[in-house]
Structures are given as structure tokens and as C-alpha cells.
């Protein structure tokens, strides 16, 4: 008869997603867990394969917070804007987080599909926004799109990391200015169409 499982599978991700938010994602380890939970690390094989399933759960619990952030756009009447300061706050909140869902290494190099198809369901609605905020084309939204998700990450590394911070006004006025220049380059009617199919039957 197997052993009784000394914690429940939500206790022990609860300290997993603990200790990464507080150490990062590498402090994740059958003995640091096992200290956070009080305990050797045996009781956690009891209810966990191996170490690579707790850290899949945690992962998951990283992106259901991050979502939480990105719902809280939906009170905004200009909600793919606001969905970018809350991606920048999550990074500046939770820099752990931020970097084990963006900023780790991966086996495989990560490109543009890779975010369409982890984020589909964000993706899907804030793509929706664009274009009815800016009344633009599926083409046209796949360019802003394209240029504000390198933009809103590469910002959000800068929270993460500690390399500097921006106040809300500060936000605005950054997040402002590319729009605008986006929107101009596509008014002009020169930018090309090529690599937007990223948003295009969606």
C-alpha cells in the first residue's frame, strides 16, 4: 500500500511558487523545497513524479498570474495599451516570474509563433482591441502588434532586472510615442507586409 501523502499536490506547488518568487526559478530543488515545506524532500515523490513536474505547475501558476495582470486591461476603454503597462507592472511586481516566463534560456530558439501559440488565448483578444482602438486592418494590427511585444518586453526586462524604473506617467508618455510613430509609419501607406501573416486568419 502506498504511503499517505504527507502534503496535498496544492500545498506543495503553493511553496514551489513561493521559493520561486522569492530565489527565482533555479533555487527551485527537491532540498529547498523540502525546507520550505519543513520536511525532507521525500514526501514531495509521494505526490510528484519528479522535480520537472513541480516545476511545470509552477510555470503554469506564473501565467495565471500573469493573466490576472492582462484582465485587469479589460476595465480600460484602451485596453491593448493598458494590457502593456500591466505586463511592464507584473515585471516590475514579480521580476522572478517575469524572467522564468521570459527572460530563461530555451532548448529551442523561440520566435514569434512560439509567443502566438503560449499566449493564444491573450493574443486573440488584445489583437481584437488594436484593431478596433485604432481602427486598423488585420495587416495593420499585426504590425503594431509585432513591434509593441518587442517593445513591452524589452521594457519589462529593464523593470526586471533592476536596470531602471518608469512611473506611470513616464509609461504613458514612452507607450504614447510609439503608437504614434507606428500609427504614422502605417498612415504613410509605406510599411511593408511582410512578416505580419503572424496575426493574419486569427
Do not use: W
Not at 95 to 108: A, C, I, M, Q, T
Request: aromatic share 12%; hydrophobic share 40%.
Amino acid at each position: 500500500m502506498p504511503p499517505k501523502p504527507k502534503f496535498t499536490k496544492e500545498e506543495i506547488v503553493d511553496k514551489a511558487f513561493e521559493l520561486v518568487r522569492d530565489k527565482g526559478f533555479d533555487a527551485l530543488t527537491s532540498r529547498e523545497l523540502g525546507n520550505r515545506l519543513g520536511s525532507s524532500a521525500r514526501p514531495i515523490f509521494t505526490v510528484f513524479k519528479d522535480m520537472n513536474e513541480v516545476k511545470s505547475e509552477v510555470k503554469k501558476k506564473a501565467e495565471d498570474l500573469l493573466n490576472e495582470y492582462l484582465t485587469r486591461a479589460e476595465n480600460y476603454e484602451v485596453m491593448y495599451k493598458q494590457a502593456i503597462k500591466e505586463t511592464i507592472q507584473f515585471a516590475s511586481d514579480e521580476p522572478n516570474l517575469f524572467h522564468l516566463l521570459f527572460l530563461r534560456n530555451s532548448e529551442e530558439p523561440v520566435n514569434f509563433e512560439f509567443m502566438k501559440d503560449r499566449f493564444k488565448d491573450q493574443i486573440n483578444r488584445y489583437f481584437e482591441f488594436i484593431k478596433k482602438n485604432y481602427q486598423l486592418n488585420d495587416e495593420e494590427a499585426g504590425i503594431i502588434f509585432k513591434h509593441t511585444c518587442v517593445y513591452v518586453y524589452g521594457v519589462g526586462a529593464m523593470c526586471a532586472e533592476k536596470v531602471c524604473t518608469f512611473s506611470d506617467d513616464q509609461l504613458n508618455d514612452l507607450l504614447g510615442e510609439v503608437f504614434m510613430a507606428m500609427l504614422m509609419y502605417i498612415k504613410s501607406g509605406k510599411p511593408s507586409m511582410a512578416g505580419t501573416q503572424l496575426m493574419v486568419n486569427y
